[in-house]
């Protein structure tokens, strides 16, 4: 396996070999931290619709950390992307200052996990 043809782990980066790890984009201990994470954020942060659309960004991969604690998110409609962070977020509705942007959850959940 040549170099451009490995996928890494989204949470930890190390080397994925499995077809279902690699298909998720999380290996198996990291999806697991991260489930467990996302769980723990349901019952004391976020409202758990708000939690069940950070976890389908989670596993799509649609959120990537670019500094420890500030990450790139695609939009809803894949169109465009966001700078998100568990403070605050550019999409419209963390620019309103609502506390409802998953996108925010989905950072909490990242790195809480």
């Known amino acids: 396996m ?5 996928h ?3 949470r930890c980066g190390r080397t994925l070999r499995s077809t279902d790890s690699i298909a998720r984009g999380y290996g198996r201990t990291c999806r697991a931290k991260v489930t467990a994470a996302a769980k723990a954020k349901a019952a ?4 758990p619709a ?8 989670i596993e799509l991969g649609g959120l990537v950390a670019i500094q420890p604690r500030v990450f790139r998110v695609v939009s809803s409609d894949g169109a465009g992307h966001y700078l998100t962070a568990p403070e605050a ?8 200052g609502l506390h409802v942007c998953y ?3 989905a950072a ?3 790195l809480a996990a």
Not at 50 to 57: I, S
């Open 2 to 6: 040549t170099a451009a043809t490995q």
């Open 8 to 10: 890494r782990c989204l």
């Open 44 to 47: 004391s942060q976020f409202k």
């Open 50 to 57: 708000t939690v069940a659309k950070a976890q389908e960004l």
């Open 89 to 96: 977020c550019t999409c419209a509705a963390g620019l309103r």
């Open 103 to 105: 996108h925010r959850a």
């Open 108 to 110: 909490a959940i990242m």
